[in-house]
C-alpha cells in the first residue's frame, strides 16, 4: 500500500501519473463497462448493507454509484470510503459496471481512492436532504446550497439564456459595449444612488447605462447592448428588489418610432425563450419550471388601458400614479386569463418618466413602455428626447441641474440621431420565466439591504 497525502492506492495500484481517464457521472458510457475509470465528486452519502456497501458520488451532472462488496474491494479503500463524512472530495479510480440497480444504469467498483477533501461534519445544510429550509440559512452557507441541483440548474439556464441573446442580438448586427460603472452622476433619480469615494470626488455606482448609451448613439455605434452589473440602493425587502442586479440593456439609433425597439425586444425574448424551451429541458425538469412561449405579437395595452382594466377590477390607479406591485400583479392576472403572459404597457404620464424619454406632444403622455410578465415589469424603455433644447428643458422640468449632465448634452449638441432603447432586468426575466418565488433564487450571491456577504 502507498500513501500519498490522502491518497490510498493498493500495491499493484495505478500510480497518479496514470491515471485511467476521467468521466463524470454524464459521460460514462457503455463503452467504459469492464474499463478501468476515475470519478471525482462530491460523497452524498454512504450506504453499509453488511456484505455490500455504496458511495453515492454526486458531480455536477448527477450521481454516480461507487460499489463496494466487502470481499472484492482493497480493505483500505473500503475503509476510507465508507468512513467519510458527507459533502467530502474524493477520487476513485475503479472498474465501470453496467448494473440494473443503479440509478444511471451503471457502478463503479473502486481500487483506489483519493480524498482530496474531508468535509468537517455536521453540515450547516443538508444537500441531498428534501427538508425545507429557511432562506436565510441557505444564503448563509450559499456554498452549500448550490451544490443542490435543482438551485444550480436556475444558473444553468441564466447562462444558456444569455448565450441565446447575445446569438440573437449579434445576428441582428448588434454591437457588445461596457461603459463604466463609477458614474459622477445617477439617472434613474437619487433616491437609490450609491456613494462611492472616488479619490477627492464624489462619485456614484451607476444604476444604469443610460447616458452612456445614448452618448453611444451619436458616435455612430448605432445598435448596441450592455449586459452588465447595475447598482440601485433599494431601501425596501421584496421579492423583486435587490440592490445589485444584471441589467441587460440596449440602444438603437435612427429608429422611426418606439415601435422599432418594441419589436427588438420582441423577438429577442421569443427567440431565448424558444431556444431554452429547446436546449434547457434537462436543467428545466431539474427546476421543475414549466416554461411557455409567450403568445405573439404581445398586446399592447396604453398606461391609460391598464388604469382602466384595474379599475373595472375594483382596483383604484390615480391617474399618473405607478401601477404598482400590486396593480402589476393584478393585471398580470387579467392578460393571462386571456391566455397572454408578456405584453406591452406603453405611453406612461411624461410626469413619471424620466428627463431622458421623449414626451407625447400634445398629450401628458410620454414615448415610454415597460414589459411586463406574468405580472412583473422586467423591462422598460422608450424613445430618447434627441433634441438638444427640449432635453435641456426636461430637465430643468425635473428639477435637475443641466450643468451637472454637460458630458452627456455635449453630445447631443453635435449631430445626435433619434434614438431609443431599453432596459430590462436580467434576473427578473428568470424569476418570471422559471416561476421563482423571489428574485434571489436568480442570484448566486444576492445583495440587499440585509445582505453583504457571502
Ligand atoms: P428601470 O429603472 O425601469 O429603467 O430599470 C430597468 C429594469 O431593471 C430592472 N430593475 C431591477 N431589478 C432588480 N432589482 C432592482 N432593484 C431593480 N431596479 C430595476 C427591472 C426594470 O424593468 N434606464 C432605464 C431603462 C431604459 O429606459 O433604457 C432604467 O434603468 O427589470
Not at 422611426?256 to 424551451?277: F, H, K, P
Amino acid at each position: 500500500m502507498t500513501y500519498i497525502n490522502c491518497r490510498c492506492i493498493p500495491e499493484g495500484g495505478v500510480p497518479m501519473s496514470e491515471r485511467p481517464p476521467v468521466r463524470n457521472s454524464g459521460t460514462v458510457s457503455k463503452d467504459d463497462f469492464g474499463r478501468e475509470v476515475t470519478v471525482k465528486g462530491w460523497v452524498q452519502d454512504v450506504r453499509n448493507l453488511g456484505g455490500i456497501s455504496f458511495v453515492i458520488l454526486r458531480d455536477r451532472f448527477g450521481i454516480i454509484q461507487i460499489a463496494m462488496p466487502k470481499k472484492k474491494t482493497p480493505p483500505e479503500v473500503f475503509d476510507i470510503l465508507t468512513n467519510l463524512p458527507r459533502e467530502s472530495v474524493v477520487a476513485v479510480e475503479g472498474t465501470a459496471k453496467e448494473s440494473t440497480q443503479a440509478k444511471m444504469g451503471y457502478e463503479v467498483v473502486p481500487n483506489a481512492v483519493e480524498v482530496l477533501s474531508r468535509a468537517a461534519s455536521p453540515l450547516p445544510l443538508g444537500v441531498a436532504d428534501k427538508v425545507g429550509v429557511e432562506i436565510e440559512t441557505r444564503y448563509n452557507n450559499r456554498y452549500l446550497d448550490l451544490r443542490k441541483p435543482e438551485i444550480r440548474a436556475v444558473f444553468e439556464i441564466k447562462s444558456l439564456a444569455l448565450d441565446l441573446i447575445d446569438a440573437f442580438l449579434k445576428e441582428k448586427d448588434f454591437i457588445e459595449v461596457f461603459t463604466p460603472k463609477i458614474v459622477a452622476s445617477g439617472a434613474e433619480g437619487g433616491a437609490t444612488l450609491f456613494p462611492v469615494k472616488y479619490f477627492d470626488k464624489e462619485a456614484y455606482l451607476a444604476q444604469s447605462p443610460q447616458l452612456y448609451k445614448q452618448i453611444l448613439m451619436s458616435t455612430g455605434l448605432d445598435q448596441v447592448y450592455e449586459i452588465a452589473p447595475a447598482f440601485r440602493a433599494e431601501p425596501s425587502d421584496t421579492i423583486r428588489h435587490v440592490s445589485e442586479f444584471i441589467s441587460f440593456d440596449g440602444e438603437m439609433a435612427f429608429i422611426e418610432s418606439q415601435r422599432d425597439v418594441l419589436d427588438l425586444i420582441e423577438g429577442c425574448m421569443q427567440a431565448m425563450i424558444e431556444g431554452v424551451i429547446d436546449r434547457g429541458q434537462k436543467s428545466l425538469e431539474l427546476v421543475g419550471a414549466q416554461v411557455n412561449l409567450p403568445r405573439v405579437p404581445y398586446p399592447v395595452l396604453t398606461y391609460s388601458d391598464a388604469v382602466g382594466i384595474l379599475a373595472s377590477e375594483g382596483m383604484e390607479i390615480q391617474e399618473g400614479e405607478d401601477l404598482g406591485t400590486e396593480g402589476e400583479k393584478l393585471l398580470g392576472e387579467v392578460m393571462s386569463s386571456r391566455g397572454n403572459e408578456m405584453y406591452w404597457i406603453i405611453e406612461y404620464p411624461e410626469a413619471s418618466k424620466p428627463f431622458y424619454i421623449m414626451e407625447k406632444d400634445g398629450t401628458p403622455f410620454s414615448h415610454s413602455f415597460d414589459l411586463d410578465y406574468n405580472g412583473q415589469e422586467i423591462a422598460s424603455g422608450g424613445q430618447r428626447e434627441h433634441r438638444h433644447g427640449r432635453l435641456v428643458e426636461r430637465m430643468r422640468k425635473k428639477g435637475l441641474d443641466p450643468s451637472s449632465f454637460e458630458f452627456y448634452l455635449n453630445a447631443f449638441a453635435y449631430g445626435m440621431p433619434p434614438h431609443g432603447g431599453w432596459g430590462l432586468g436580467l434576473e427578473r426575466l428568470i424569476q418570471k420565466m422559471l416561476g421563482l418565488a423571489n428574485i434571489r433564487e436568480a442570484i448566486l450571491f444576492p445583495r440587499d439591504r440585509n445582505r453583504l456577504t457571502p
